[in-house]
C-alpha cells in the first residue's frame, strides 16, 4: 500500500545531505516515508535535523522541502503582548479549523496537513475550489507555500460551522518562503490578486493599547468565534494566540463527549486558560457563578450523555460528513487513513454522478473504557 521505491532513501539522503546510514536510523521513527498516488514524500514526525515538526518532503524529479509551520506561543494574559511585540501588532482572526500548507509541485497541487501528510481529501477539496487560482498563483511565485485554515462542517477533522465557510472552504493566514513566514503586506497583496481567501484582519493596534485589543476580544465572545493570533506586521518576531472564554468552554463540552479520547487532554490546559481570563477580566460574583455553571456542564453533561448511549448499545464514535467527487478519490482517503492506523468506519450515504457524500465515523477508545466500566462496574481510575 504505501510502499516506496528503492530511489528514495538515496535521494533523500541527498536532500537532507546526510549518509543512508544515518538516514536509516531515523526511518520508521522520526521520518516517515509516504506515497499519495505517484508522489513518494517523507515526513518528520518531530522536530530534527534543523527541520520541524510536520516537515514534509516531497521526493519527485526535484525534491522541495515544505518546512513545518511553526507552533505559536498562546498567551495567558493579554497584557503579555507589552513585552513580547515590537510597536504595531496585527489583530487577526484565529479561525478554528485545520491547519493547512498547500503547494504546487510538478504541475500538481497538494495539501498538507500540520503532521506533514498529504491528506487526500483535502486535496481533492482545494483542487475544485481554488485549482486554477492556486495555478496561475504558483506561476508567479513558484517556491512559495500557502498556509491556511481549512474551516465548516465536511471535513473529517474539526467540524465547526463558519457561515462564510458553506461545508469546507480555506482561509490563508500565512505565506512562506522556506522556512520564513513572509510580512503580512505580501500576502493580502498575493491572496488578493488571485481571489483567494484570507482570515480576516480584525485590527492594528499599538502593542501598549491592550483595551482595543481587549475591545476586539470581546467581540468575538459576542461573535462565538475561537480567537485572535496576534503577529508583528513583518514576522520580526514570532506572533502569539488567545483564544476566547466562549471557545475554551466549547472545546470542553466537545472533547468531553469522549471523555477517555480528547476529554483528558482539553481539561486542564483549558481550565488554566480560565483561570488567567477570570483574574484578568476581574470576574465579580454574578459572572464567575455564570461561567462556573457553563463550565460544571460542560464536563459533565457530553461525558453522561455518552455512557448513557453506550449503555444502550451505541458505538461512541465521531462522526463526520464527507464530499468527494470520485469514487477514486474516496479510496485514496480510505488507504490513507489506514496508513495512519485510525481506526474508523464509513458509510455511503448518498451517490450522484458529480458527488459522494460518506459518513466516517472514527472509533473512540471511550467506547471500550465505558463498555467495562459498564460490565464491571469498576471504575477506570482510582
Ligand atoms: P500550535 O499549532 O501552536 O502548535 P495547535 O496545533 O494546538 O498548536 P492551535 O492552538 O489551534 O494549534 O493554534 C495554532 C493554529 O491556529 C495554527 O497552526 C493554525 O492552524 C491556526 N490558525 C487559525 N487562524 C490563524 C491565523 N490567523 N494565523 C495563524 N494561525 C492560525
Ligand atoms: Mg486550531
Known sequence: MNETSREIVPKLSNTLGISEKDLKKHLGRSIRLMKYKDLEYAVFRRELLGFREGTTIL???EPFIVHGYP???RLALLEGVRKHMIDKVVVEEKMNGYNVRTVYYEGK???ITRGGYICPYTTSRIRKLYGKNIEFLYKEYGNYVLVGEVVGTENPYVVYDYPEARGFDYFIFDIMDGDKLLPLRIKREIAEKYSMKTVRELSVVDKNDISSLRLVINNLEKEKREGVVLKDPDHRVPPLKYTTVYINIKDIEEGMRYPFDEGRGYLFSRIVRLIAQGYEYNWNN?????IALKLGKAILEP???SLKQRAEGEIIASSYILVFYSMGDLEDFI???ESLGVEFITRVLEEREEKIIVELMKMKETHSTYSKMLETGYSPLD
Open 59 to 61: 521526493l519527485g524529479e
Open 71 to 73: 507552533s505559536i506561543q
Open 109 to 111: 497541487i497538494y495539501a
Open 286 to 290: 454574578d459572572e464567575l457563578n455564570r
Open 303 to 305: 461525558a453522561i450523555k
Open 335 to 337: 488507504e490513507f487513513l
